[in-house]
Structures are given as structure tokens and as C-alpha cells.
Nanobody, 121 residues
Framework: QVQLVESGGGLVQAGGSLRLSCAVS????????MGWFRQAPGKQRELVAA???????NYADSVKGRFTISRDNAKNTVYLQMNSLKPEDTADYYC???????????????WGQGTQVTVSS
């Protein structure tokens, strides 16, 4: 059974940083594409960042240069380092994994429960 558990969300002032973690069980992260999504109230869910099995990364234009996705193979955990946070980054953030590791494009098959990020101005 694949489980993804996010942590690290919270309230931060604009310009601050947060690091989200996604602890994965039931599959080895290095073999699969892992992604971070977010959904703000009234908006569609969007892919923020993804990392393929080969280590290639992809970012939404809105977070390029500010967010970094990474993984720790020993801990089987994926991270999203978020710097220079803006109020528009406020959303629920979800970790997801897809079957297959060569592309960041969906669909994604397993999802975490989400963690809330609030950026105050």
C-alpha cells in the first residue's frame, strides 16, 4: 500500500521560507516521478514542481527560481523548499506520485492528504 504523508506547512510572512516534506511508504521514490501540487481556494489544482526518476525537474513558471524540489533516497522522502514566499503562494499543498518515472506529466496515481501553507503580507 502506497502512502504519502506531507508535513511542514504553516503560516509565514511574505519573503519567508518553508520546507515541505513528503514521507513515502510502499514505493521507492527514486523509481517514480514525484510531484508537488497546490490548490488555492476557488482555483484549480496546479503542478508546482516535479522530479522524475532520472532526476529531471520541472517547475511552474510562477515558482521558478524560488522553489526547489529534491529527494532523499535514504529517507524515501521528497522535499519542496520554498523561498521568497508570496501571498499568492497560499494554498493547500499536496505530494503525489505517478506510476512511471520518465515524465512529469500526469495523471498521478497516489496522493497525500495535503498540508496548508499561508503566506501573510
Amino acid at each position: 500500500q502506497v502512502q504519502l504523508v506531507e508535513s511542514g506547512g504553516g503560516l509565514v510572512q511574505a519573503g519567508g521560507s518553508l520546507r515541505l516534506s513528503c514521507a513515502v511508504s510502499g514505493r521507492t521514490v527514486i523509481y517514480y516521478t514525484m510531484g508537488w501540487f497546490r490548490q488555492a481556494p476557488g482555483k484549480q489544482r496546479e503542478l508546482v514542481a516535479a522530479i522524475t526518476s532520472g532526476g529531471s525537474t520541472n517547475y511552474a513558471d510562477s515558482v521558478k527560481g524560488r522553489f526547489t524540489i529534491s529527494r532523499d533516497n535514504a529517507k524515501n522522502t521528497v522535499y519542496l523548499q520554498m523561498n521568497s514566499l508570496k501571498p499568492e503562494d497560499t494554498a493547500d499543498y499536496y505530494c503525489a506520485s505517478k506510476n512511471g518515472g520518465s515524465s512529469y506529466r500526469g495523471p498521478y496515481d497516489y496522493w497525500g492528504q495535503g498540508t496548508q501553507v499561508t503566506v501573510s503580507s
